[in-house]
């Protein structure tokens, strides 16, 4: 799987930046947990008193989500994904009111989906000169 843009910034030398690194510990892109959850997300458990005996979510209902959310992003949802960040682009939000009244899962998908888009953008660029140099 490629990993998202906001974590595969490389420097000039092809290694990962401090802050990609920094980065990539913070969200759990390497696999390892990361130690505060990005988000959650309903748990699967059964409501009721069982659900105290869960060990995903401790009896909360929520699961925390301590790996990089790409790891979760499913091919189908890319133009579901284009569509939203086309809409936001225009200012039409999923949810009414301003930036701040979305959630930050939301928020952190387009920031991931803008910075990834652009990436490759700037592949195609690059590919594009390369070509036309030859």
């Not at 009414?96 to 592949?123: N, V, W």
Request: aromatic share 6%; charged share 25%.
């Amino acid at each position: 799987m490629t990993p998202c843009g906001a974590c595969s910034v490389v420097d000039e030398d092809g290694e990962l930046t401090e802050a990609a690194k920094t980065f990539r510990r913070r969200r759990g892109c390497d696999g390892e947990p990361a130690i505060q959850p990005m988000t959650n997300v309903p748990c699967s458990c059964s409501p009721g008193p069982e659900r105290s005996n869960c060990s995903r979510c401790n009896g909360s209902g929520w699961d925390p989500v301590r790996l990089c959310p790409y790891r979760y992003a499913l091919p189908e949802w890319s133009p579901v994904l284009g569509d939203l960040f086309l809409a936001w682009e225009k200012g039409i939000l999923p949810v009414a009111g301003g930036l701040q009244a979305q959630s930050a899962t939301f928020r952190d998908s387009l920031l991931i989906y803008g910075q990834e888009t652009s990436r490759l953008i700037r592949q195609s660029e690059k590919a594009q000169a390369e070509k036309m140099r030859h």
